[in-house]
């Protein structure tokens, strides 16, 4: 059985800083990219961020791109994003998302992703 697992959520200022972590099971975790997507109330999914199934090549969203970074420990089988001076526009439900993808180049779309999590909410308050 495949589980994605999201978790460090929560209720936070603006500016504070934030770390998401999603653990999997289930699968052959080495041989997946990973991802992180978000949905904000009213709108439609976007990327986030991406890391290639060795932590070698990572993509980051404009938009979060500068305060935002992934890493993967393959060790644990455990995605993260470390998220630094939160906006408001930050807050939305948080997923993770497995492409199977042995390459150093990572999908940015949702369709290229295998599994997902059920995904952690993330609320930015000025």
């Known amino acids: 059985q495949v589980t994605l697992v999201e978790s460090g959520g929560g209720l936070v200022q603006a500016g504070d800083s934030l770390r998401l972590s999603c653990t999997t099971s289930?699968?052959?975790?080495?041989?997946?990219?990973m991802a992180w997507f978000r949905q904000a109330p009213g709108q439609e999914r976007e990327f986030v961020a991406a890391?290639?199934?060795?932590?070698?090549?990572?993509f980051l969203a404009d938009s979060v791109k500068g305060r935002s970074s992934i890493s993967r420990d393959n060790a644990k089988n455990t995605v993260y994003l470390q998220m630094y001076g939160l906006k408001r526009e930050d807050t939305a439900v948080y997923y993770c998302?497995?492409?199977?993808?042995?390459?150093?180049?990572?999908?940015?779309?949702?369709?290229?992703?295998?599994?997902w999590g059920q995904g952690t909410q993330v609320t930015v308050s000025s």
């Open positions: 998302a497995a492409d199977y993808r042995l390459s150093q180049i990572v999908a940015r779309t949702q369709g290229e992703y295998d599994y």
């Open positions: 289930g699968f052959n975790f080495r041989s997946y990219a």
């Open positions: 890391i290639s199934w060795s932590g070698g090549a990572s």
